[in-house]
């Protein structure tokens, strides 16, 4: 079984020979929990495919609700990447230095503001360099360019809709973090969070749709088949979960590879949920 949308995944043979193409802009989106004490944009700065520029998720953002990297707004993203060259008409292929990751939010992040041409690199920096393809530390000028953004909320969800969908059960759940997480057997990695899960959700670990030995996504039929066992049904509505909404992103990606483009990610996540006092809570 072959994916139905192959268009959101790029080969590294592939950016390869097309890395100097006139429409292709290939865009950094690493990003790291802050525990890590990493520094993504130092690290890009060090090290970057050529003439990559770099998408900082803590920045292009809604800061204003006090929880990470919550969706900008349309006018923000478009400011922001006009600045950065990525514009209507170019092809952006983007990738992180942990192979599959944050990668998966910018990809979502441009659909939901209209930009579909947009594909994550399979593998991702490691496996660039496993195959000793150019890197640079040369700073990007980016020409800017102009994008049209209108956001589309049917990939986006907020509390109010997933609080509705608890009564409701009418869209599937799906969660993103650790077996541990979801069921409140292990600590939460931020500070202050309670733990468990949002009542009905199902849960599939972002880990197991990638191989494990070059963070490459799985086979179509392999995916399909963690779905599966998840106990979703994935002919119906389904949101994504996760820690703070960015592996989500990486769920959302491999149902859309196999033929689901109208997965919505719920943007607060765990953080929002697990934040509030008053938001009901499963565990065990």
């Not at 949308?5 to 080969?11: E, R």
């Not at 930009?115 to 690199?121: E, G, P, R, S, W």
């Not at 049209?148 to 993103?176: F, M, P």
């Amino acid at each position: 079984m072959t994916y139905v949308n192959p268009d959101a995944l790029v080969s590294t043979e592939w950016l390869a020979a097309h890395l100097d193409g006139p429409d292709v802009c290939v865009v950094d989106g690493s990003w790291h929990m802050p525990q890590l004490e990493r520094d993504p944009r130092s690290e890009y700065d060090a090290r970057h495919i050529p003439d990559a520029v770099f998408f900082d998720i803590d920045e292009i953002a809604d800061t204003d609700p006090g929880l990470p990297h919550m969706l900008p707004n349309p006018a923000k993203f478009a400011s922001r990447m006009r600045a950065l060259g990525l514009g209507d008409g170019t092809r952006v292929i983007v990738y992180d230095t942990t192979g599959m990751g944050s990668a998966a939010r910018v990809w979502w992040t441009f659909r939901v503001f209209g930009h579909d041409d947009v594909a994550v690199l399979d593998g991702g920096l490691p496996k660039w360099l496993d195959e000793g393809r150019p890197i640079n530390d040369q700073r990007v000028f980016p020409q800017e360019r102009r994008l049209t953004a209108r956001r589309n909320g049917l990939l986006v969800r907020d509390i109010d809709q997933v609080l509705s969908n608890v009564k409701s059960q009418r869209e599937q759940v799906l969660d993103a973090r650790s077996a541990g997480r979801f069921a409140a057997t292990e600590p939460e990695p931020r500070a202050g969070l309670r733990g468990g899960r949002i009542p009905g959700s199902f849960n599939l670990p972002f880990p197991e749709l990638y191989e494990p030995e070059n963070k490459t996504m799985k086979p179509a039929d392999e995916l399909r088949a963690l779905y599966d066992k998840s106990g979703i049904n994935c002919d119906g509505p389904i949101v994504t979960s996760c820690g703070s909404g960015v592996t989500a992103c990486i769920l959302a990606l491999g149902l859309y590879l196999i033929g689901k483009t109208d997965v919505a990610v719920y943007d607060g996540s765990w953080t929002e949920w697990g934040g509030c006092e008053d938001t009901p809570i499963d565990q065990g």
